[in-house]
């Protein structure tokens, strides 16, 4: 398994952008699929985005298609998630994942998980 880092979070006004990253460890990075989750307080761990392991496939929530985009880099071992046009409704824990395979939208499909990083849209 991989040990994954998140960083980048923080307060940001409504209509700002953040990037989130994940550094992992391992020197199998990038035989993973990736993939952003987030979960805001009394709800569920939601899916955000995901990217296969030659970032040639990425799907996104219809909810930040068009305002996020993840992409990975292979020589770091780092999947980073560019978050643009942020809303209030996008203020949450967001927690980076990792799965062998394909990309997938289901978080009990990861198996190593981040410690997540709280991001918090101000309106």
């Known amino acids: 398994q991989v040990q994954l880092v998140e960083s980048g979070g923080g307060l940001v006004q409504a209509g700002g952008s953040l990037r989130l990253s994940c550094a992992a460890s391992g020197r199998t990075f990038s035989t993973y699929s990736m993939g952003w989750f987030r979960q805001a307080p009394g709800k569920e761990r939601a899916f955000v985005a995901t990217?296969?392991?030659?970032?040639?496939?990425?799907y996104y929530a219809d909810s930040v298609k068009g305002r996020f985009t993840i992409s990975r880099d292979n020589a770091k071992n780092t999947v980073s998630l560019q978050m643009n046009s942020l809303k209030p409704e996008d203020t949450a824990v967001y927690y980076c994942?990792?799965?062998?395979?394909?990309?997938?939208?289901?978080?009990?499909?990861?198996?190593?998980w981040g410690q997540g990083t709280q991001v918090t849209v101000s309106s």
């Open positions: 990217i296969g392991w030659s970032a040639g496939t990425t």
């Open positions: 994942a990792a799965k062998r395979g394909g990309p997938r939208m289901v978080p009990t499909e990861f198996s190593s």
